[in-house]
């Protein structure tokens, strides 16, 4: 049998990495799988949905709560993650596929299936999670648990925008809560960048006599 694996989430810099494995003939994917990035949000839960609900698709997902990625070194996290996700569908003789996290393809495969405890083959490509229905299946998991994941978050916190350094949103969710209470939120990486040019902007702001006590 064969199975793909993909990750949503190594980026951000608030909340958890998902990594998702789907094992399943592909006769019984749906139709209009595709990397998740390529979907629109409503064409990629009707697919989660359908993924979830049918019998004969074994899936696993894997969180990496922010506290294990300030913890660790995110390159042996990812292939920590991916090969969890693997032993928790295949099978001894079963082959996959992963959407490789490593400019180095190869490598990034082999790693992988090292790190494994099942007795199952693994390669690994960039660009697998367009190429490969199952790669594809997996990134649509792993993609709506990660959107699911920062629901919950703004549930908590009101807005937090997509979670990437990029977005503005979510750089200004930073900005204020640090300003307000000394400390990044709880899903916070923060040994991320991000969050070192924040705090470095804040202590400026102190010195020059505007910051906010937080005695």
């Known amino acids: 049998m064969q199975f793909g694996v993909d990750e949503a989430g190594k980026g951000p810099v608030v909340g958890s990495m998902f990594v998702a494995a789907v094992r399943a003939p592909e006769s019984a994917l749906p139709d209009g799988i595709d990397d998740s990035k390529r979907l629109t949000d409503a064409n990629r839960e009707a697919l989660a949905d359908r993924l979830r609900g049918d019998d004969r698709i074994e899936t696993e997902l894997v969180e990496v709560p922010p506290e294990r990625i300030d913890a660790g070194n995110m390159n042996d996290l990812t292939v920590a993650a991916h090969a969890e996700a693997i032993d928790g569908v295949a099978r001894k003789g079963d082959h996959g596929h992963c959407d490789a996290a490593d400019v180095d393809a190869e490598r990034f495969g082999n790693r992988v299936e090292n790190r494994t405890e099942t007795d199952a083959t693994t390669e690994a490509t960039h660009g697998a999670d367009a190429a490969d229905a ?48 000394g400390r990044f939120p709880p899903p916070t990486r923060t040994s991320w960048a991000t969050c070192a040019s924040i705090r470095a902007g804040a202590e400026q702001t102190d010195i020059g006599g505007f910051g906010t006590d937080r005695r």
């Open 134 to 181: 199952l790669v594809g299946a997996a990134s649509v998991l792993a993609k709506s648990e990660r959107e699911r994941h920062v629901e919950t978050l703004e549930g908590r916190f009101g807005e937090i925008g997509s979670g990437y350094p990029s977005d503005p949103t979510t750089r200004t969710f930073l900005r204020r809560y640090f300003d307000e209470h």
